[in-house]
């Protein structure tokens, strides 16, 4: 079956600290990748996607992502977070050929200090 | 323009008992998609509406169902409840026009169903 798996569950970091999130899928056609972020008391929002082109995909907020096709990969990426990038953090594949369905991972929640 | 939005927001419902959620995607969007949420199980698809048709369907019970009118908006229904339908319920909207067509999905913020 197709999954999405999101290594770390839980991440906890200092302000200025750099960011990796991973994300692995299992399918072996072609994929459209997101990652989605989910603020506290707020609804799911797009940081980034990728659907062809450029592998390595800039988001908002100074996110970024490389999706690396040998490795079934799509890491997620941040220099330098904030404590207001405190929020549980999802990547989701969707399959080409199935519509607009996505296949979340379990989500990591990334816990900032000040 | 406005969101996706959703409702109601909270509902309490026993055992057995049927529920409808609503959703009113972004305007212009054809494509409704709605997802369950729970702790144990996170984001799962429950299935996908575009112009009225359901399109894509993930792996929940025949209780799970759905429909989409005219004017995209979707509702979703269970019936006969259970303890385990308990759950974020989510619906997302796109602009994906064409059948196998995907494009981004903008979530609303979610209907809380509990059942006691």
């Known amino acids: 079956a197709q999954s999405v798996s999101q290594h770390n569950h839980h991440v906890i970091l200092s302000e200025a600290a750099s960011l990796e999130l991973g994300c692995n899928y299992s399918y072996g056609g072609t994929v459209n990748l997101f990652w989605y972020v989910q603020y506290p008391g707020q609804h799911l929002q797009l940081l980034l996607k990728?659907?062809?082109?450029?592998?390595l995909v800039k988001g908002i907020k100074g996110f970024e992502a490389e999706f690396i096709k040998s490795k079934f990969s799509f890491n997620l990426r941040k220099p330098s977070v904030q404590w207001s990038d405190t929020a549980e953090y999802f990547c989701?594949?969707?399959?080409?050929?199935?519509?607009?369905?996505?296949?979340f991972g379990k989500g990591t929640t990334l816990s900032v200090s000040s | 323009k406005a969101g996706v939005t959703q409702t109601p927001r909270y509902l309490i419902k026993t055992r057995g008992q049927q529920v409808t959620l609503s959703c009113s995607p972004i305007?212009?969007?054809?494509?409704v998609s709605w997802y369950q949420q729970t702790p144990g199980q996170g984001l799962q698809f429950l299935f996908e509406y575009f112009s009225e048709t359901q399109r894509n369907k993930g792996n929940f019970p025949g209780r799970f169902s759905g429909r989409q009118f005219s004017n995209s908006r979707s509702e979703m229904n269970v019936s006969t409840l259970e303890l385990g339908d308990s759950a974020l319920y989510l619906c997302?909207?796109?602009?994906?026009?064409?059948?196998?067509?995907?494009?981004?999905?903008?979530f609303g913020p979610g209907t809380r169903l509990t059942v006691l």
């Open positions: 990728y659907f062809s082109g450029d592998p």
């Open positions: 305007s212009g969007h054809r494509s």
């Open positions: 989701a594949v969707n399959p080409n050929q199935a519509g607009t369905a996505l296949i």
């Open positions: 997302a909207s796109s602009l994906a026009t064409r059948q196998g067509e995907t494009d981004t999905q903008y």
